[in-house]
């Protein structure tokens, strides 16, 4: 722990010296290896500047550090919500690597889950799978600004248990006891609280010069077989003497001088480390040089055992007799010649050659007669030193011991002991039997008891006695007891109480969404809004529809948790939800409009000819041409719009930029999308004309993730309308329009740069498809809001409202820039005999649709007649 210790408080300390201190050219201290992870905090309350500033935090301490898979590991979990793991411990070896990974960090801008991100890095980031090695300190870098949503005291305790030294910073609005609760001990070195991201550098001087000053053979695991010999920053392992380094610099390996043939041994070389003895074959040995050989002398041992003379051989020696004597069949010893052998000794039992002669001896335990030559059998109890306890009886060769009735003789063959009735085996006892005078009687091993019938034994029953404290079963056994726990259960470390077996742990439960253990066993459970089949493994979402109460006038359509109302073709779906109407209102009401009336979902509107523009009453038209505009489009690029709607919202755009009049001095438009961040897709002054623009629209790539909608428009009021993307200076006064296109509620604030946006004189509409929030609309748009504000309930529909928006303006509202045109030139004169016979022919449209309806009236009065 204090090598960890160390190693973070100097990998925040390096990151104040490089902000305090001029740079040098010394090379990094090298630390050891350490396995380093660091958990971001990427909620919603982190500012987008705030996490640049966590992002420079973390590639600046990496480029302090030796990196490298032997060296410091880095890996990087940003967490909100959710967690995400940016890159594991094994993924980059190099820093430039991490660096770009760092920079190409989405913040999630989601909630505060702390806890969970703990539980993932020890669970995880630090397994040996992703790349974390044993032996080599575990160090956690928590770094977050509120308060977490989850708990984290017990996660975070066992993640230090685990061996993971944990450090908490927290900043602005973090909470000190979460911190504390988190970071390893002591506080004082794991826990620090500032006031701002910009602040977070500041930390560590105190530890800046350690790193450099340990003792790594004392600090780490080195693995040196032999020696470890440190030096600044860093050790090298050596060898002892006779030994050298093998190849992975830790081992080592005996030199064999022998192998090497460095020696000059006569017969046998003997290695041993760095140094080698000589040794001599079978049958030599060593002289005093130590390295010659001369055949051993084995008489000169004196333990030839020839009875007369030793001959040395090699390997050993001979034995050869005196004249007179022939050698015997031990190939030692020597024999006199035998004059027994001769036949004509007369001796009763044996004879005896001597030198020249022989004489008679008798066996053992006889004795010879007065004629020398025949024998009689010796009685050794006469001599009164048999020392029987009870019987002497004379045998051949000595004497008998014999006991009185009722003994029997012992070993010693003199001594007599009582008979042991339990040596005939028919004594019945289970155990054991123990012989007495005219009987025996029955004992019990130990830890058993003699039953009734004084012969069978059974063993002591320990759980009887009350305190074996099983939480279930007590089982007896010899001298003691052990604890079993009921079917379904399993037995606990403390040997005493059980818990039931998690049968969805053996991860063989094959359930779709969810597993719960019951005992002896496991059932499947469904998430939320679904049912269980039959199989009861595999979910189905529930079909609200077909309960019957939807109330819906044309379809039911079912969706998770619920379902939602959808009409016939034609229809357009009313504000409640349910009831439809048709869309062509055009042929059912008197719209009164002097050109053209087009039908929407709901409601209908004008339209003029081309050239000519909709007056305020809505419905007659005027000869104002269109002005130059300045367009910027803010398109939502969420998660939830999906790919194949985000098709459909690019085709939006291209239907408001058919109606626009695109050129370098009329009509400029800048593309920009959003989620969790904010892209420029091009901006206002990068193309001009309505070709270039669509063919850029349609190459934009679906971003994902959030729905950042306030951010967004501070990004369009601070840099899409600057001069620098292509806006016009503001002398000139060309009108500024802003169009906003989301289909969900923002995840950030948008009421202060909406408001910011209309105080800079920029023209607000806001379209929203499907879950967009109607406020949220109506406080992005500009007055009167029924020209600036538009919704559709799905994204099949946005094509009309295209149709529907005028983003275009008079001249006489417009006080900007309008090319004036020599109404003489011919030019002028084409265009105005093209909107006359344009205006002519849409009058004679007008006239033979009022003629048929005079037909068709016409018709239905004769019919009522």
Known sequence: MTRALVYVGVLIAIMAATEARPKSAEPKCKSGPVDLVFIIDGSRSVRAHEFETMRKFMIDIIHELDVGLEATRIGVVQYSSQVQNVFSLKAFSKPAQMVRAINEIIPLAQGTMTGLAIRYAMNVAFSAEEGARPNVPHVAVIVTDGRPQDRVAEVAAAARESGIEIYAIGVARADMTSLRAMASPPFEDHVFLVESFDLIHQFGLQFQDKLCGMDLCLESDHGCEHICESSPGSYHCLCLPGYTLNEDGKTCTPIDLCAEGKHDCDQICIASPGSFTCD???????????????MIDYCSFGNDSCEHQCVSVLNGF?????????????????????????????????????????????????????????????????????????????VLNGFNCRCNDGYSLNADMKTCTMIDYCSFGNDSCEHQCVSVL???????????????????????DYCSFGNDSCEHECVSLLKGFNCRCNEGYSLNDDLKTCTMIDYCSFGNDSCEH????????????????????????????????????????HHC????????????????????RKTCQSDNLCNTVEHGCEYQCVSTPGSYHCVCPEGHVLQDDGKSCGTCRSSNIDLVLLIDGSKSVRPQNFKLVKQFVNQVVDQLDVSPKGTRVGLVQYSSRVRTEFPLSMYQTKDEIKKAVMNVEYMEKGTMTGLALKHMVENSFSEADGARPAEKNIPRVGLVFTDGRSQDDIQEWAKKAKDAGITMYA????????????????????????????????????????LNVCAAESQGGIEVKDPCACESLVEFQQVTMSTLDQLNQKLSAMTKRLEVLESQLLTRK
Not at 557 to 576: A, D, H, I, K, M
């Open 767 to 806: 379209v929203g498809v499907g879950k967009a929030v109607e406020d949220e609309l109506r406080e992005i748009a500009s007055e009167p809001m029924e020209k600036h504000f538009f919704y559709s309930a799905d994204f099949t529909a946005i094509s009309q409202i295209a149709e529907n928006l005028k």
């Open 438 to 460: 005219k009987g025996f009687h029955c004992v019990c091993n130990d830890g058993y008891t003699l039953n009734d019938d004084k012969k069978t034994c059974t063993m002591i």
């Open 280 to 294: 001599c074959n079978t049958g030599y040995t060593l002289n005093d040089d130590k390295r010659t050989c001369t």
């Open 514 to 553: 969810q597993c719960v253990s019951v005992l002896k066993g496991f059932h499947c459970r469904c998430n939320d809004g679904y049912t269980l089949n039959d199989d009861k493994k595999t979910c189905t979402m529930i079909d609200y529809c077909s309960f019957g109460n939807h109330s819906c006038a």
């Open 557 to 576: 359509v079912s969706v998770l948790n619920g379902f939602y109302c959808r009409c016939n073709e034609g229809y357009t779906l009313q504000e409640n």
């Open 318 to 394: 001979n034995c050869r007799c005196n004249e007179g004597y022939s050698l015997n069949g031990d190939l030692k010893t020597c024999t006199m010649i035998d004059y027994c052998s001769f036949g004509n000794d007369s001796c009763e039992h044996e004879c005896v050659s001597v030198l020249q002669s022989f004489y008679c001896r008798c066996h053992e335990g006889y004795s010879l007669n007065e004629d020398e030559t025949t024998c009689t059998m010796i009685d050794y109890c006469s001599f009164g030193n048999d020392s029987c306890e009870h019987e002497c009886v004379s």
